[in-house]
């Protein structure tokens, strides 16, 4: 089965700063690679997501690259905000005949005012 | 409703008891999963329906735990013998359904504390 891992577990940078959140995945099949955003005590929301056809998405601040062939994509949030503080978790899904998302194991941002 | 309602939001229940905790996925999503994330860790998967059916449990720790889905709307996630290592958050989600890439909604979750 696929298999996620997720780097850094913990992360703290000054507001204003960049965080960079990366993912690496076993299965090449997989093709749908979102990213979900969760604050305390409430539930996992989408933040982006990116395709396998794609290599690069920007959404303002936030920007997801992946690149198949290595297997890992990575979240990018420029000039952080206090409000950025959460954990984020990436994951993988495979199309076909059924679709199972497979999450990382997280990472909590903090960002420093 | 508007987004996916799981039901109750807190439940606490003695070691040994049975819980049922129901998921109503958003209206039209065929493909429901329940995940349970414990303190600190990410969702763990415990099971997929894509309609009524089950198209993937691999997730079910053991043979405590047991889901249906019976008319493809409501799922109900059953829990028997309760052991305190089960207290987590249950969490629910619906996405379209197979055959394409598609954002997976969640719900609120369940807080189940075993005592």
């Known amino acids: 089965g696929e298999n996620v891992e997720q780097h850094p577990s913990t992360l703290s940078v000054q507001e204003g700063d960049s965080a960079v959140i990366k993912c690496t995945y076993s299965d090449s099949a997989s093709n749908y690679f979102p990213w979900y955003k969760q604050e305390l005590g409430k539930r996992p929301q989408l933040i982006i997501d990116i395709r396998s056809n794609v290599g690069e998405k920007k959404d303002q601040r936030i920007a997801v690259t992946l690149n198949k062939t290595a297997k890992h994509f990575s979240l990018h949030i420029t000039e952080t905000q206090p409000e950025d503080s959460a954990v984020y978790f990436c994951?993988?899904?495979?199309?076909?005949?059924?679709?199972?998302?497979?999450f990382g194991t997280g990472t909590k941002l903090q960002v420093i005012p | 409703g508007a987004g996916v309602s799981q039901t109750p939001s807190n439940k606490v229940t003695e070691k040994g008891k049975y819980v049922e905790l129901r998921c109503d996925p958003i209206s039209g999503h065929t493909a429901l999963y329940w995940y349970r994330q414990s303190l600190g860790q990410g969702p763990e998967f415990l099971i997929y329906?894509?309609?009524?059916?089950?198209?993937?449990d691999s997730g079910l720790p053991n043979d405590r735990f047991f889901a249906v889905r019976p008319e493809g709307s409501v799922s109900t996630l059953k829990i028997q013998r309760t052991e305190r290592g089960d207290s987590a958050v249950y969490l629910c989600?619906?996405?379209?359904?197979?055959?394409?890439?598609?954002?997976?909604?969640f719900g609120q979750g369940t807080r189940l504390t075993v005592v």
């Open positions: 994951a993988t899904l495979r199309s076909g005949g059924y679709q199972k998302v497979t």
């Open positions: 329906f894509q309609g009524t059916g089950a198209a993937d």
């Open positions: 989600a619906s996405s379209l359904g197979a055959g394409g890439n598609t954002e997976a909604f």
